[in-house]
């Protein structure tokens, strides 16, 4: 079993030496705030979704991110040939499948992106991933109604079918490609207080992914070193304004040896 | 005469238990912020306005915001769409006419909206809301040249007319159903230096809304919450940078007691 | 020559007495900060980019900000029709051709604005500069992988072909109109790690273009101006989110005696 505290210092480190290029399709909500967590971190953000240049901005990036929580109907053409034609250069596809479940437009469209493209990453709320098998599953809007325990079982079934990796996020980190089951224990109780921290989960992740090639420990790491800069920023602020802020100060201040110390991952 | 102050303690006290979901169809330029005030204080904010899943997702709200601020054509179909559907189910709709005046598609999309809605709330500054009436009205982009007290009176005919709940922020604040006129006069300089301040008035006037069926009250003490959080923040912030971000940390801070003590609310 | 520490102050003292319109039709990633930014130090955004509204908005307004960083074929419409209109009233044109040089959709957008509108300046980082002339300019995403001084020469030519001023942001500024050459090294390290730096310093441009009909000296007062709340920024914070916070107050705490005082700005 390799050990992911040492993967985690290196993925960080690697990410501040290589400023890899991510390339994000994703919610109006979130835009400025992720954008952020990536230059933070050491990455270089760049939001782009018009069908006429998708295809050649991922050309150029190390990760391409695909987040649904504003969709409409021309973002997901966009969505879908960003991501075959990152699947067709093995650039890694992080999908964000957020308020899956909540309404058909959002389930329909998790469910084409997931048939139309190569995925290395699933990364959701145990609602959004729960839906991504049982129709049945419902979500309160882009907030999740079951626990990540509740998830895993089905989380390991998707991700052996689809052959991808499913990150379920929450309380405590659930990740898996069917066969390897990770948890993650860093965090703090005000990323539930923030927009966005989820999908702030997935563009790290994305990062990570551009510099390792190994989605599960990729995933892994990634959600360690984002659950390790929300300790950070819990202890210096007292309410979500200053959490937000002090979550971009940590991404940026946390060393890669600071990682490797604090990550809490655990391996099945 | 109702006792406003209990109201408005009870009105955050329920907000806080049952989390309502808020559906926002509004503008770019505030989705972050307004998400962000609404998981503060302890709603559930959901952006959607794909006209596919407008109706969907309506369906399990607390209560509907529709806000202009950048609208186009498309937009606002699905806010009609959204509208109809709520008005349909009886769920509160809050309208924010961002900038009407000031361009012949804000002011005429405001009067379709009202027309093909049914309308609890409208929120805006004097001269939006004079907009409603008098054409020749004019607004500086989305900044008011009129004052409270100048739309006051003509801002109670106009509810009068239209059944609804007219709000008026500025300095300080007024609040009719024609019938009823009610000040609150909580609030701080700063927030008139932050952008989408009255987006924020907006739906947390829709938060208070989802648990409470008067709309005076429920924009009454919404205004006298968000005004107090305004206090709150101007004591610890000297510019707008930190005051928007004190703002956050206030809302969610505030306590139903500290509300019920702070709130400044003047019936007629 | 002259003194352009004075006109400096002059400026800004000029925008927070007359509070100018600034009409921004810009991207998702900025739209809150920019209009934050604007509000801080005085001025008044509106974003407003349906094609339908977008000439009424530019009528009322004192300067143009044109910005391509989320650009889609039907926003270049509406960028074109807006600019046209600034160009018949003389109203100031500011552009920001984010990523041009990363896709022929973003170059030939940009190659299309210069041609159709009269801009006043433009503003990019030294590759988005560069893509202006020469096609085989690659941009990183959105940043730039040239130095200021590798695209000073380029951009004395251009600006003398397109009759328009040039401002190229970097660690020190460089703004032209093909026949003056201002230097200004106000700024600090901590810019480079905030999303939309670029995009800020673009609308304060317009801010100063809206109270300045000198486009050189609005360009080069407006980067020191910009450049000095970063030094301000940079000395109370330790991380990029704290910085970006400290930033909007700094854009509202500088008074007309600090910028003379505080601005680094040469003429050759």
Request: net charge negative; hydrophobic share 45%; charged share 20%.
């Amino acid at each position: 079993m390799e050990n992911l505290s040492d993967k985690a210092a290196q993925n960080l480190a690697a990410v501040r030496e290589k400023k890899p290029l991510i390339h994000n399709i994703t919610n109006y909500v979130v835009m400025n705030y992720t954008a952020n967590a990536l230059l933070a971190m050491g990455a270089s953000p760049v939001m782009a979704h018009a069908v006429s240049e998708v295809e050649e901005m991922v050309s150029i990036a190390g990760a391409l991110v695909l987040n649904i929580g504003t969709l409409a109907e021309d973002w997901i053409a966009s969505m879908i040939k960003a991501g075959q034609k990152a699947s067709e250069l093995g650039t890694p596809i992080i999908l964000d499948p957020v308020g899956s479940g909540a309404t058909s437009l959002r389930t329909n469209s998790v469910t084409r992106i997931i048939r139309e493209t190569s995925l290395s990453v699933i990364r959701g709320n145990p609602s959004e991933i729960l839906s991504l098998r049982h129709n049945e599953s419902k979500t309160k809007g882009v907030d999740a109604v079951h626990s990540v325990n509740e998830a895993g079982a089905t989380a390991k079934k998707i991700a052996e079918e689809l052959n991808t990796t499913i990150a379920i996020t929450g309380p405590a980190d659930f990740i898996t490609n069917g066969e390897r089951v990770i948890h993650v224990s860093n965090g703090h109780p005000l990323m539930a207080r923030v927009t966005g921290t989820g999908c702030t989960a997935t563009v790290i992740i994305a990062a990570f992914s551009a510099v390792d090639d190994d989605p599960v420990s990729a995933a892994a790491t990634g959600l360690a070193f984002f659950g390790l800069a929300g300790e950070a920023a819990g202890q210096k602020a007292s309410g979500p304004g200053s959490f937000m802020i002090e979550m971009l100060n940590a991404l940026y201040e946390i060393t890669p040896e600071a990682l490797k110390a604090g990550c809490k991952i655990r391996e099945e």
